[in-house]
């Protein structure tokens, strides 16, 4: 019997994961009815991953009411996956830009202290094996705002708490662990992080990812000059130098808050992903692998779904076609990297917003055209 494995990304704005996956197989089946298909939703680490691995391991979200970026109250989630003991975290979920206005945008205040209080929560649900996205911060802290929820004290001079956000680090004087939560020397926590950025300096998480937050002119260096100072001081009390670590400078400096208190491995959010979802024994007898994107171009092949599903898929041989919403500049290159066909969803000319609206049809419609052209291949 002929086995196909679909495995794509989400199509974002339009459907996830798990609903690209089901519409592909949709056009399969109008084509094989004796046929074996699994559809395992993928994501790469970012925005989606959470509701792409509950999906796939049949878990569920969890609503959890936190403090945003700029303390106030946020109505957050993450994921328990379907082994009952796995956490999923998006910290844009807690502490992204999507949740400040564009006029309130200052990483001189923002925090990652709900961050934080996701971790927390998911501790306090009998996680002990923690998965955390690192992407789209509204954050300049450095993560000292996450360790802060979960116990630790960041203090100055005078023994006084430095308050929040990335403009406090410059009173940072004393690093208190003593209280931090226990249980998370017994947690297994990995971070999702596609940057290998450090923590200061030219590369580093204020100078490159700043200005999408709201740091210009001065902030800019003091900001810099801050991390910089909190790196110094971490050092100096936990014996850890995060200052040069790749990836240190992901969201804000969370990455390297992360290795800092926590222990952090940090890896490619594909890897992560295909690891959780044990997409390999899925694929080691399969036929065909059909994966996707709502965009495909030359960056694909910097992590992103496709790219990693096509990796996966090579080690064994298989034949891998990817259907996507749009086919973007140079996407030829991912012909070199495992990919062997792609496919665009579209049938004629039309606007985004009609080919969002009937993504589902139309995705159903070019799987269809894929398996009739994959089942005369093998007929020659």
């Given at each position: 019997m002929m086995k196909v494995v679909i495995a794509p990304d989400s199509f974002?704005?339009?459907?996830?994961?798990?609903?690209?996956?089901?519409?592909?197989?949709?056009?399969?089946?109008?084509?094989?009815?004796?046929?074996?298909?699994q559809c395992i939703p993928m994501a790469d680490g970012g925005?989606?991953?959470?509701?792409?691995?509950?999906?796939?391991?049949?878990?569920?979200?969890?609503?959890?009411?936190?403090?945003?970026?700029?303390?106030?109250?946020?109505?957050?989630?993450?994921?328990?996956?379907?082994?009952?003991?796995?956490?999923?975290?998006?910290?844009?979920?807690?502490?992204?830009?999507?949740?400040?206005?564009?006029?309130?945008?200052?990483?001189m205040i923002t925090t990652t202290y709900g961050t934080g209080e996701l971790i927390k929560h998911a501790l306090d649900m009998g996680c002990r094996e923690?998965?955390?996205?690192?992407?789209?911060?509204?954050?300049?802290?450095?993560?000292?705002?996450?360790?802060?929820?979960?116990?630790?004290?960041?203090?100055?001079?005078?023994?006084?708490?430095?308050?929040?956000?990335?403009g406090s680090l410059s009173k940072l004087y004393k690093i208190d662990t003593a209280e931090m939560d226990k249980r998370i020397g017994a947690c297994k926590i990995t971070?999702?992080?596609?940057?290998?950025?450090?923590?200061?300096?030219?590369?580093?998480?204020?100078?490159?990812?700043?200005?999408?937050?709201?740091?210009?002119g001065e902030m800019l260096e003091i900001l810099d000059k801050n991390l910089q100072h909190y790196a110094e001081v971490i050092k100096a009390t936990l014996g850890i130098d995060i200052m040069n670590c790749p990836g240190a400078g992901a969201a804000g400096g969370l990455g390297g808050g992360l290795m800092a208190f926590m222990n952090v491995t940090l890896q490619k959010g594909i890897d992560i992903v295909i690891e959780t979802v044990k997409l390999e024994t899925y694929m080691k007898d399969a036929d065909l692998v059909i994966t996707g994107e709502g965009m495909m171009d030359y960056q694909t092949q910097y992590g992103k779904t496709p790219y990693g599903v096509a990796k996966a898929a090579k080690k064994y041989n298989i034949?891998?076609?990817?259907?996507?919403?749009?086919?973007?500049?140079?996407?030829?290159?991912?012909?070199?990297?495992?990919?062997d066909s792609i496919f665009s969803l579209v049938d004629g000319p039309m606007p985004l917003k009609e080919a969002i609206d009937r993504g589902a049809d139309l995705l159903q419609d070019a799987a269809e055209r894929i398996i009739r052209l994959y089942k005369i291949a093998h007929k020659i």
């Open positions: 974002k704005g339009s459907l996830s994961a798990k609903d690209v996956a089901e519409n592909i197989k949709i056009g399969i089946e109008r084509v094989y009815k004796d046929i074996e298909i925005e989606g991953t959470v509701q792409s691995l509950v999906d796939a391991t049949g878990g569920r979200i969890i609503s959890a009411k936190v403090m945003g970026p700029l303390l106030q109250e946020v109505d957050a989630f993450y994921g328990m996956l379907g082994d009952g003991k796995t956490a999923v975290i998006e910290m844009a979920a807690a502490s992204g830009l999507p949740l400040i206005a564009e006029d309130q945008k200052n990483p923690i998965i955390i996205g690192i992407g789209g911060s509204a954050t300049n802290d450095g993560g000292f705002g996450m360790a802060k929820a979960l116990g630790v004290k960041f203090l100055d001079q005078e023994g006084k708490d430095i308050g929040h956000g990335g971070a999702a992080c596609d940057v290998d950025n450090p923590l200061c300096g030219a590369r580093g998480a204020t100078y490159i990812f700043g200005p999408q937050k709201g740091a210009k034949p891998v076609v990817a259907l996507v919403g749009q086919i973007g500049k140079n996407a030829a290159v991912l012909y070199e990297m495992g990919i």
